[in-house]
């Protein structure tokens, strides 16, 4: 790159930054190792459905408990009750409706367990996601409103807003006060349904198939299904996380809109992920936000099973197909319960913070932290981290933080070193933290089934892994093998898991080493869909399938934790995560997984990253140049020109790739123009102006003239106006001089003005009054 400025005063500065870059191999995604809607029972069964054409509930028994209000959902019932597969009738459902300070609005639906025919398990509560203060801010309802009618009843939400239930059939809305307009509703288009847990039928086939996995389903279908709409609404965002090209997010289903899957929230291990698509990734944020010129709303639903999400396009229930008064959408979870919020703007900004008053705000990171960082898988060994860091140096270009991929521990055992490559862990990380630089090691969540391995020994002896349909502990393959994950969703296990990182349990460990969690989603690489069984079981009976998408939440939760105790909680903690969860903000940085080094990859990482920061996580980044592949060296310059602005800026690349730090396989940086007339007549309509153009190739730099040939009757305009300075940034060591021509006139290379790194005081090598005039044909040679 090249920064031409041209001051007011005869004076110009010219900036010729460097940049070395280079190609690698890419895999390929196996579209068939996932399922789309149709394998997926509960999506295929709730997502053609028709409005209004489920049986519906109705709302009864209401009543003021301490500041609650409190309903009965009854089944729709004919004079001969239906019953289900099992010979049961319907139970109702208990509703449950709170309201919270800033506009915050939230719906509770779950089974009755005190029912004389209630299941015996209890359905998932997501915990620890909603701030603890929360209850704290709490508004009590004092008393609610009913309609004449008795059809509906309202009650105060605050800042201008009420809700809004209707009684039969069963619906929410949020209105502005005094107004009959919604602003945000669920049920309206009647397609609310519940799978209640029931005891299976003699006979009944509950078991899932998919690629030779079978997920035994003891509990049998337990999903979740509803429509929400947002009214007054142009565009919907968020979601994450999907590799879409859009900001707003397309519809999925209707008039006009080809055959599409839903926007799949499922945290998946995505090799080489495509780049337009509605298809889950790493991580799940179940928060939509609405938006148009008159208002903004919200809605987020706590459920980290897996969901579907349909935007419906206008005209989806055969209404008038030009009706664009709202963005309908739909909603499906495979289990779990119904625990909704509504934020009521009525801007952006008030919607995001009515949601981060719910799930928390960023971490304060650390001032390294938001630099540059230098990844690959991997580092050599600890001659290779020298090499390169001292090559950052030699080369003038700024980093911060040098990481650590999987080879850098023994067999793939983490907390552990590779003693023949990394003999002098703590030397290398002083002598970096020395120039005021930090390491990242790798630490995942996948543990070595070896006998000799303390970790892997101490978890199974005090049971802490997560336990396969047998009551065995899950046994899954990923890069150390044979491996076994620890079970995070007991606060016990997490706590014993933030202990690892005390500098006496982590050998070789010093406080300038940070950690990044990878493969978290969880990744099991002989699992269905590359991932764990949905009938594995976590602490308290727990599905796996009612607790997938926040498995790396509480990963990355316990491991953030771990560095705060290491720093007796005064030392900000930098953990990356792949995986993410809504409140996965207040532990630590996002990046947006294995990329691709492609131009596709690069337009699609802004969407990605704004939409994170739009959901909370702002602390996010993609890989710079994309981790499979080899970039070609335009597309890497473009890269680090784009990544620079990302909140999390690293570059990372696979191992089947050539190297590619900075100053590698030649230079491009670089082209540049200028133009200049005198600032103040119509004369450069004929021809009065200076246009130039600056390449630099093969430590040379030329100034070429772009102007038109004279013709008779043109203006001209010269300047006198001179190069003051020239700023080289990664230029290599040992060059101080530099020829000039016309007329051979050799210059010295300096230091100075700029400052490179304040930790090392490091300046760039400059040219200072190299006597060439900016109107004028000319090259400098640097030697």
Not at 61 to 70: P, Q, Y
Not at 703 to 720: C, E, I, R
């Amino acid at each position: 790159m090249m920064f031409v400025s041209p001051p007011p005063l005869c004076r110009l500065v010219l900036a010729v930054l460097f940049v070395f870059l280079f190609f690698f191999a890419a895999a390929a995604w196996k579209k068939d190792e996932f399922r789309n809607c149709n394998q997926t029972p509960f999506c295929k069964r709730a997502r053609f459905r028709a409005p209004h054409s489920l049986p519906h509930y109705a709302v009864s028994d209401l009543a003021i408990s301490e500041g609650h209000l409190k309903a009965r959902l009854l089944p729709w019932r004919p004079s001969v009750d239906p019953v289900n597969d099992a010979g049961d009738p319907p139970r109702s459902l208990l509703l449950l409706l709170s309201v919270y300070q800033g506009g915050v609005l939230r719906l509770k639906i779950d089974e009755d367990y005190s029912a004389p025919s209630a299941p015996s398990k209890k359905r998932f509560e997501v915990p620890d996601v909603v701030l603890p203060d929360l209850e704290d801010r709490r508004l009590w309802l004092p008393r609610f409103f009913s309609a004449e009618d008795g059809a509906a009843t309202s009650f105060y939400l605050s800042d201008g807003f009420e809700g809004f239930l209707r009684h039969d059939p069963f619906e929410i809305e949020v209105r502005r006060e005094g107004s009959k307009d919604p602003v945000v509703s669920l049920n309206s288009h009647g397609l609310f349904d519940f799978e209640q847990l029931r005891q299976k039928t003699e006979g009944e086939d509950w078991e899932e198939r998919f690629r030779g996995h079978t997920d035994t389903r003891p509990y049998g279908p337990q999903s979740i299904s509803f429509d929400v709409s947002f009214h007054g609404a142009e565009f919907v965002y968020g979601i994450p996380e999907h590799a879409s090209t859009s900001l707003a997010l397309r519809p999925t289903k209707g008039p006009g809109v080809e055959e599409s899957e839903p926007y799949r929230l499922f945290n998946l291990d995505v090799f080489e992920y495509l780049d337009d698509s509605a298809f889950g990734i790493y991580g799940s944020i179940p928060f939509m936000l609405s938006h148009s010129l008159k208002s903004s709303s919200g809605f987020f639903w706590l459920n980290s099973a897996e969901m579907q999400i349909d935007v419906l396009a206008p005209g989806w229930d055969n209404s008038t197909a030009s009706d664009k008064s709202r963005i309908d959408t739909f909603w499906m979870s495979e289990a779990g319960i119904l625990d909704a919020f509504f934020f009521v703007g009525p801007g952006p900004k008030d919607v995001l913070r009515q949601y981060a008053s719910v799930t928390g705000t960023l971490a304060m990171p650390q001032e390294f932290a938001i630099a540059y960082h230098q990844c690959r898988w991997n580092y050599r060994d600890e001659e290779d981290v020298a090499s390169v860091d001292a090559s950052f140096d030699e080369h003038d270009i700024p980093y911060d933080v040098l990481w650590l991929d999987i080879e850098h521990t023994d067999g793939k055992r983490y907390f552990t070193w590779d003693r023949v490559l990394f003999p002098n862990p703590e030397e290398m990380q002083k002598k970096l933290a020395a120039k005021g630089r930090h390491m990242v090691t790798i630490v995942d969540p996948h543990i070595k089934r070896d006998d000799s391995y303390h970790v892997h020994k101490e978890a199974s002896e005090k049971g802490y892994y997560v336990k396969d349909a047998t009551g065995k502990d899950f046994d899954g393959w990923c890069w150390s093998g044979s491996s076994s994950y620890p079970d995070m969703l007991n606060p016990e296990i997490r706590e014993w898991w933030a202990d690892k990182f005390s500098l006496n349990n982590y050998g070789g460990s010093t406080p300038s080493l940070y950690i990044w969690n990878d493969m978290n989603e969880p990744s099991v690489f002989n699992g269905p869909e590359i991932t764990m069984t949905r009938d594995a079981v976590h602490y308290g009976g727990i599905e796996h399938r009612e607790m997938h998408n926040a498995y790396g939440y509480y990963f990355h939760m316990a491991t953030a934790n771990g560095l705060l105790k290491r720093g007796n909680g005064n030392d900000r903690p930098f953990v990356l995560s792949r995986a993410f969860f809504a409140g996965s903000q207040r532990y630590g940085a996002i990046w947006t997984g294995d990329n691709t080094a492609d131009w596709d990859h690069l337009k699609a990482s802004v969407p990605m990253v704004l939409t994170l920061g739009l959901t909370g996580i702002s602390f996010s980044g993609a890989d710079v140049g994309g981790f499979f592949g080899n970039p070609e060296p335009e597309l890497l310059v473009r890269w680090y020109q784009l990544g620079a602005f990302y909140p999390f800026f690293r570059a990372h690349a696979h191992h089947d790739t050539r190297r590619r730090e900075p100053w590698l396989l030649g230079s491009l940086a670089a082209e540049g123009e200028l133009y200049v007339d005198d600032g103040k007549s119509y004369n450069f309509e004929h021809g009065a102006y200076i246009h130039r153009r600056f390449i630099f190739s093969d430590h040379k730099l030329t100034s070429y003239d772009l102007h038109s040939p004279p013709n008779v009757g043109l203006k001209k305009f010269t300047s006198g106006c001179t190069v003051e300075r020239i700023i080289l940034l990664g230029l290599p060591s040992g060059a101080e001089k530099a020829v000039i021509e016309p007329g051979n006139f050799k210059a010295d290379i300096e230091l100075g003005p700029l400052t490179l790194r304040a930790a090392t005081s490091s300046v760039a090598p400059t040219i200072r009054k190299p006597n060439v005039r900016i109107a004028d044909n000319w090259s400098i040679k640097v030697l």
